[in-house]
């Protein structure tokens, strides 16, 4: 006896343990439904609200609120799936016992009896395990369910959570996937496909078998018809309706180099970016993506037609356009063929920018009181020998030298003797410490800082170029501006801003840059209409090249190169390859927006004086040299 007692115990003590967990379960189910939190999908917009891209992970879903469901899907899923939902406790009883007698009859199940409230238990934390312990455990739910949310609140989450084919999870995400049209937009035999759906949704899918579809739409337009919820004429027109199905990729991504650099800025700030159901806003203009696509291509297919050995599998480029008072990114083109390479050179490619990045010393000469009529040697020189084995002689690409040149003359001409004679003046660690000071990184300590000698990727080195357009001001690239949670809160991102010079001295760099393009080795990249300054980059053995260049309102960096860092084909430059395509994108900007600023403002500070034809600049910090006052003096005026 006192063994059974003790089984009887045990019995009773597992009864209760499982009883507990059975309602532990019961109660972490439920509130996985009453505190609905769905993955959302997460959308990427351009500057000026078009959508870029869709982002989600397993479940692509767009959430609606129940005041915003039509109210003629309502009536279509009650009428179909559940007649008596607003009646019940969310569980049939009669429908129950309805079904068993005909499934008794047939001898096979052919009507479940499910509620939705039933349904949506099953879609959302069960199985679809037909046994006895599944659906008293589906009952149950129900029951709490009923009792917890109003009715409202229970078909808001079926409508959300239910899957209706195509990848498509919700009947907003449907609406728009099969449609392309708003819930509000919808027809009544539209609404019926989407409604019909959640039975069978592979079979059903429109975009694959429209007319199972259609029979199956027909069959709830019939139901609200025999149930008096529209009139002879709706019910005739809904069933001769045959609606135009799209059938597009899930992602929408119209710009996937722009969206792989939007994850990747993102993804650290919030962990559940594919699934949390943001709205990012980005300063990408889609058009203007679009142009700088077409403008890399173009510049790419020229340098091939030139040579038509050309590997065509390692040739690629990079485009980066950006607003020059704002830092907005307006376009990024990180390949010519995204899905050839995904690699992104615009950001992930780290090039030696060569001459380009010539503008950036002189500016420094002028700070210290050059003047751009300041005269420095364009020379042969060797460096290194004596006790170092290493022994360098740079030269001009020309193969000459001019010997004393303008700093002007030497930038326009993109003189390399005269740039790397200019840095020792200078002083290459006063030099090197000022630009670690403004944010360059990995330079080197070496006279070959003067040649731009180290890597930079396209984006990143934009940011830099600012300094010039904005007058002395560098403003870091901003791609993303805002990112609205599903709440509805909003995080505003802005621009880095750093003074790196004053805006007279600038002026007299932006001059210079002018030049280039006008008579120098930017020819190319001339834009009737439009004043453009800019710098030619090409690295030794034509490794890289670059166009940098920029309008008052636009900074335009357009670069090409081999992947695997072999030289381009022979007489391959920035002014051959990279400012056409620069010159391309302009001409079409300039057609897109006629509003555009044309010229550059002269700042205050900045003293102007005709010298043999020519207008050339001055500051109190950058006078004339003395070696002109005579030219200076015969044109008449005051000289500092």
């Not at 507990?20 to 009453?34: E, W």
């Not at 326009?412 to 006063?430: K, P």
């Not at 000071?437 to 006279?447: I, M, R, T, W």
């Amino acid at each position: 006896m006192k063994y059974i007692g003790k089984f009887f115990l045990m019995v009773i003590f597992a009864g209760v343990l499982g009883l507990i967990v059975f309602y532990g379960q019961m109660r972490f189910d439920a509130d996985k439904i009453i505190h609905y939190s769905p993955k959302l999908t997460t959308q990427i917009f351009d500057r000026n609200g078009e959508l870029i891209a869709n982002l989600f992970d397993e479940e692509h879903r767009f959430y609606v609120p129940y005041n915003e469901i039509p109210m003629r899907a309502i009536e279509a899923l009650v009428a179909t799936e559940d007649t008596s939902f607003f009646e019940h406790k969310g569980v049939n009883i009669e429908a129950i016992v309805r079904a068993i007698i005909k499934d008794i009859k047939a001898m096979k199940m052919v009507e479940g009896g499910s509620t939705i409230t039933q349904q949506l238990v099953k879609n959302t934390v069960l199985t679809s395990e037909k046994s006895l312990s599944r659906k008293i455990n589906e009952a149950l739910l129900s029951y709490h369910l009923d009792a917890t949310l109003s009715k409202e609140e229970i078909l808001e989450r079926y409508f959300n959570h239910v899957y209706l084919g195509h990848g498509y999870y919700g009947i907003k995400t449907a609406a728009q996937g099969y449609f392309n049209k708003s819930l509000d937009q919808l027809t009544l035999k539209e609404t019926a496909i989407l409604v019909g759906l959640p039975k069978a949704p592979t079979s059903y899918d429109p975009t694959k078998h429209m007319d199972l579809a259609l029979n199956r739409a027909n069959h709830v337009v019939s139901r609200m018809y025999s149930i008096g919820w529209i009139n002879e004429d709706e019910y005739k027109k809904a069933l001769l309706e045959r609606p135009k199905v799209y059938d597009e990729t899930l992602t929408q991504n119209k710009s996937p180099y722009v969206v792989d650099e939007v994850i990747k800025t993102l993804s650290g700030e919030y962990a559940d970016l594919k699934r949390g159901g943001y709205k990012i806003y980005v300063s990408v203009d889609l058009g203007l993506q679009n142009l700088a696509t077409d403008a890399l291509k173009m510049g790419y297919n020229a340098m091939v037609a030139r040579a038509k050995d050309t590997n065509t599998s390692e040739l690629n480029g990079a485009m980066v356009v950006v607003e020059n008072s704002s830092g907005n990114v307006l376009a990024m083109v990180g390949g010519i063929d995204y899905a050839k390479s995904s690699f992104n050179r615009a950001t992930q490619s780290k090039r030696q920018p060569g001459s380009s990045f010539k503008p950036f010393l002189y500016q420094k000469a002028l700070d210290l009181g050059y003047s751009p009529l300041s005269e420095i040697a364009d020379i042969s020189r060797t460096f290194g020998g004596g006790d170092s084995d290493e022994v360098w002689s740079p030269k001009n690409y020309e193969g000459n030298f001019e010997g004393l040149v303008t700093l002007k003359d030497a930038i326009i001409h993109s003189r390399n003797l005269a740039t790397i004679n200019l840095l020792t003046l200078l002083g290459l660690d006063v030099v090197h410490k000022q630009f670690q000071d403004d944010g360059f990184k990995n330079l080197p300590v070496d006279l070959s800082l003067a040649l731009g000698s180290f890597g930079i990727s396209p984006l990143d080195y934009s940011g830099f170029y600012s300094m010039f357009p904005n007058y002395g001001v560098k403003v870091e690239p901003l791609l993303v501006k805002k990112v609205v949670n599903r709440n509805g809160e909003e995080k505003i991102y802005e621009s880095e801003r750093k003074e790196i010079t004053s805006a007279k001295q600038t002026f007299l760099m932006i001059d210079m840059m002018r030049e280039v393009v006008k008579r120098g080795t930017g020819r190319n990249a001339q834009v009737p209409g439009i004043e453009i300054a800019g710098k030619t980059g090409t690295t030794n053995n034509s490794v890289d090249v670059w166009f940098c260049g920029f309008s008052p309102d636009i900074e335009v960096l357009t670069w090409y190169g081999n992947d695997n860092n072999t030289p381009l084909k022979k007489g391959e430059t920035g002014g051959k390859a990279a400012a056409p395509a620069f010159a391309y994108f302009m001409k079409k900007y300039i057609e897109l927006h006629p509003e555009t600023t044309r010229t550059f403002k002269v700042p205050e500070g900045v003293g102007s004086r005709k010298i043999d034809g020519s207008t050339e600049y001055f500051t109190d910090i950058s006078p004339f040299p003395k070696v002109n006052m005579k030219k200076q003096s015969d044109e008449g005026g005051l000289i500092f």
